[in-house]
């Protein structure tokens, strides 16, 4: 009895001890979890950036599947095929033939944070998509069908059909009045309203319409938002100090495919607010620029604030959430030492 009670004690101590590191492992994931989300989204020092309507084609971010890929496409041996029930091919010089618009378009990184630099504003010479879909599309019953867009470098995404044939979609040729660069796409890339960039593939090989409502994509399988709108957003790209003791604060604003309707700053970390000026343009599916100027009663150090509301009176969400899968929310803070 003796040996079967020491066992038994044993094993009871066992259980506390594996209960204990249970408790005190969870405990410890959820302060580890706390203090990387507070890392992640706490105030930071302004990055003094320059705000710029359009972003220049070498600063524009790139983000590939492969970083390695180095594509070697001859213009005139490039081929996109559109594959419907009416399949076809163009080449670049008939691309280049067709009727064209130049088009305002901002392009964000799903995995971009509140304030982060993974978006850019370009003018972008581009054919509209839809008149291609028509003609592949023939008599085909347009009820669950999404557009496939094949790359050069082995990446693919899908949207429903309605996307892709929405006015604001477009197959792109030239970045800010120059040939796409081979790093943005060349020969051509899909402009789509309003998704984050990881739905629109760069050297685009074929595009293709298939009946199967829930096609998934590279990012889509591996656990990323299929749907995936942009969340709205706004951020703080300087505060600079002027000679009467007056601060410029400015910084961009983007609503995805809706246009911005108004941008707020706040200079006591979002007790109050005051609305700003906005400086550029206002367009769907591209930022705008803003700016405002602010006069801080002491020195100190203050922390900024900005959010955004679109052309309809929808504000972003002000709650913060990480990126994956569907895009971070929450206000971008920044840090002035005056």
């Known amino acids: 009895m003796a040996l079967f009670d020491s066992l038994n004690q044993i094993t009871e101590e066992r259980r506390r001890t594996n209960r204990r590191r249970f408790l005190f492992g969870g405990i410890a994931a959820v302060i580890g979890y706390a203090g990387f989300r507070w890392w992640r989204f706490r105030a930071r ?10 972003t220049t084609n070498q600063d524009f971010y790139t983000v590939s599947i492969d970083e390695g890929f180095r594509p070697t496409i001859r213009p005139e041996e490039w081929r996109m095929e559109v594959v419907g029930q009416n399949s076809f091919a163009l080449s670049y010089d008939e691309l280049l033939k067709l009727p064209s618009s130049e088009v305002h378009k901002t392009f964000i ?42 790359a050069a470098d082995g990446f693919y995404s899908s949207v429903p059909l309605e996307l892709a044939m ?5 197959i792109a040729y030239k970045m800010n009045g120059e040939a ?57 790209d300087s505060a600079r100090p002027q000679k ?26 979002g007790t109050t607010w005051q609305t700003a000026t906005i400086t550029s343009e206002q367009l769907p599916d591209a930022w705008v620029t803003w700016q405002i100027t602010w006069k801080p009663a002491n020195k100190g150090e203050y922390v900024l604030a900005t ?32």
């Open 45 to 54: 020092p302004v990055a003094n950036r320059q705000t710029k309507y359009l």
């Open 109 to 150: 990184c799903v995995g971009n944070e509140p304030g982060g630099p993974a978006m850019g504003n370009a003018v972008w010479t581009a054919t509209a998509l839809a008149p291609m879909l028509e003609k592949a599309l023939g008599t085909m019953s347009r009820e669950n069908l999404r557009v496939v867009f094949h």
């Open 166 to 170: 929405n006015s604001l979609s477009w």
């Open 180 to 236: 796409l660069p081979l790093k943005h796409g060349f020969p051509a890339r899909v402009l789509l309203p309003g998704i984050y960039g990881m739905k629109q593939p760069r050297w685009l090989s074929r595009i293709e319409i298939v009946k199967s409502p829930w096609f998934k994509g590279h990012w889509e399988t591996r656990g990323y938002c299929d749907e995936c709108k942009i969340k709205m957003t706004a951020r703080i």
């Open 244 to 269: 009467d003791g007056s601060w410029i604060v400015t910084g961009i604003a983007l609503c995805g495919a809706e246009t911005v309707g108004n941008v707020e700053v706040s200079f006591d970390d």
């Open 307 to 338: 959010r955004v509301t679109d052309a309809k009176g929808n504000r972003q969400i002000e709650r913060n959430s990480t990126s994956f899968p569907s895009g971070s929310t929450g206000l971008h803070r920044a840090i002035v030492a005056v």
